[in-house]
């Protein structure tokens, strides 16, 4: 459920998504740990979006630069930050910013209202199944963070679907 929250000067909004996958926690983790499987479906909430992760260093400290290229508006995005905790299987927590590439090559804040946000994704082990809790914080506007809910229900969506095709019988 979204939330707000009080800050400093401007007030901040919080989503936070609680998802079921048919899947074991490694498995699940291990689609947000490994390049191959996140260019399958992060950012893939439109289905015309090509998604290059250039850089992908999955530990404590580590960064992760993406590039998502929209053909339908012509554009191109940059995401990119740094894993603020790793813990496998369990918890994932990574900073996140946008910026837009423009004509002449250089790059300005997608969203300069939130230029860096926290996200924190939470694998719970429930049986066969596992549950993710995504909490992505926080944002300068009520307006960014329903964006990003849809873009993130989008994103989970599509990871749904890798999971169930790389699934393996037991």
Not at 19 to 44: G, H, I, N, S, Y
Not at 55 to 71: A, K
Request: proline letters at 6%; glycine letters at 8%; charged letters at 25%.
């Amino acid at each position: 459920m979204p939330s707000a929250k009080q800050g400093q000067t401007n007030p901040g909004f919080t989503l936070q998504i609680r998802r079921t996958f048919a899947a074991p926690r490694e498995k699940v983790f291990a689609a947000w740990a490994d390049r191959e499987q996140l260019e399958q479906w992060m950012c893939k909430d439109a289905a015309s979006h090509v998604v290059i992760h250039h850089v992908q260093e999955i530990r404590t400290g580590g960064r992760y630069l993406m590039e998502v290229r929209d053909p339908g508006k012509g554009e191109t995005y940059w995401g990119q930050g740094v894993y603020l905790e790793v813990k496998p299987p369990e918890k994932i927590v990574f900073s996140w910013a946008w910026t837009k590439a423009e004509p002449d090559g250089s790059r300005t804040e997608l969203h300069p209202e939130s230029p860096d946000t926290k996200v924190t994704v939470e694998f719970f082990a429930r049986g066969d199944l596992t549950e993710v809790v995504l909490t992505h914080a926080t944002f300068g506007s009520t307006k960014l963070r329903d964006e990003h809910h849809r873009g993130w229900n989008g994103c989970l969506d599509m990871l749904a679907k890798v999971l169930q095709t790389t699934s393996t019988p037991s």
